[in-house]
């Protein structure tokens, strides 16, 4: 069965915008007539339906959503971010997108910013617990947050704790026993959930983590090298790394190769461009972050029509990409 035709497929078939065909088949009056025939007419050849979506939209509130991010140059929150602005335009919806830098008071700085500009919503991932801020403002202000959670909001996260057990156990099965954690936040619900995770799996085997293994990374690339360094030239250094996210991956790989250390077993927790053309190949949990987006925007768009209902927590499908990186033998270490 082929896919239905999406509201792209139409605004590139009348040669024009997401706009404009939002306009049309939302019934506003205001678009040029030649243009409203093309789009009429597109939409009888490729018999589009308008998203049922659009119909919870209420009339006279703001045409658009807020989303606020760690950065905007994550390769995991540039997927997300894309995936929440292509549903958005399908529903007329302008989006305003902002980023904390890690910095809970810049967090506040941008929620207050939207809100100043009356968004409809905003989808967050949060650095700080802005309840105070958000809670009395929940009614006329909706927020979803991702890849954390906020009480009181409604979530999309992914098992954390059960994607990095997997992880961490792979390590161990291929006879790994001194193994490093890199990108620890203690900011961060994700990184601490990983953290423990890590620490729990060690001990199920009977292996004790060394703090010296877990050093905290701020989050600039720049900030990997001396790390990494630091753990391979320990007198015992570790023979396989976890690496808490995607961000940090990237960077660590580069490193590796610079080193000439790709003899270092890794799993990265989060994908990433490169990680299957470089050798060896990394194995990654796959977060999919367009479909978190994807969830997010559905619940905001939600929320528009029940402010007030309970809390809903999503939880977001993992998978293990399994390649050559956790594979590699014990060397260059103690085991």
């Known amino acids: ?122 989808i967050l991932a949060p650095v700080g617990d802005h309840g105070d801020f958000l809670l009395p403002r929940k009614s006329t202000l909706p927020v979803v947050t991702v890849d954390r959670s906020v009480p009181g909001f409604d979530s999309v996260t992914v098992d954390d704790y059960a994607a990095a057990t997997d992880a961490v156990e792979r390590l161990v099965a291929a006879g790994h026993r001194s193994i490093a954690l890199v990108g620890l936040d203690e900011r961060l619900q994700t990184a601490r959930r990983r953290r423990d995770a890590f620490v729990d799996t060690l001990a199920r085997h009977g292996i004790t983590a060394q703090e010296r293994f877990m050093p905290e990374v701020a989050h600039h690339a720049d900030a990997v090298r001396p790390v990494v360094d630091a753990l391979l030239t320990q007198p015992d250094p570790p023979t396989a790394l976890f690496v808490s996210n995607a961000r940090h991956a990237t960077s660590v790989v580069s490193v590796l190769h610079e080193l000439d250390r790709t003899d270092v077993a890794m799993i990265s927790f989060g994908s990433f461009g490169l990680a299957e053309a470089v050798a060896p190949s990394i194995t990654c949990i796959d977060q999919d972050p367009r479909h978190i987006g994807a969830l997010a925007f559905e619940r905001l768009v939600a929320r528009f029509d029940d402010p007030d209902g309970q809390a809903v927590d999503l939880r977001a499908d993992t998978r293990l990409i399994a390649r050559a990186s956790d594979t590699l033998p014990v060397a260059g270490g103690t085991a």
Do not use: C, W
């Open 1 to 122: 069965m082929a896919d239905r035709a999406s509201i792209k497929d139409v605004a590139a078939r009348a040669g024009v915008s997401f706009k404009t065909v939002s306009r049309v088949v939302n019934g506003v009056d205001t678009v040029l007539p030649e243009l409203r025939a093309r789009v009429e007419a597109a939409v009888v050849e490729l018999d589009y339906v308008p998203n049922s979506a659009a119909r919870s939209l209420k009339s006279g509130a703001g045409n658009a959503i807020g989303i606020v991010v760690d950065s905007i140059d994550d390769v995991f929150f540039a997927s997300l971010v894309r995936e929440i602005e292509d549903r958005a335009l399908e529903l007329g919806l302008a989006v305003i997108v902002g980023s904390t830098g890690f910095d809970p008071d810049r967090e506040r700085d941008q929620l207050m910013r939207l809100a100043g500009q009356h968004v409809r919503g905003i």
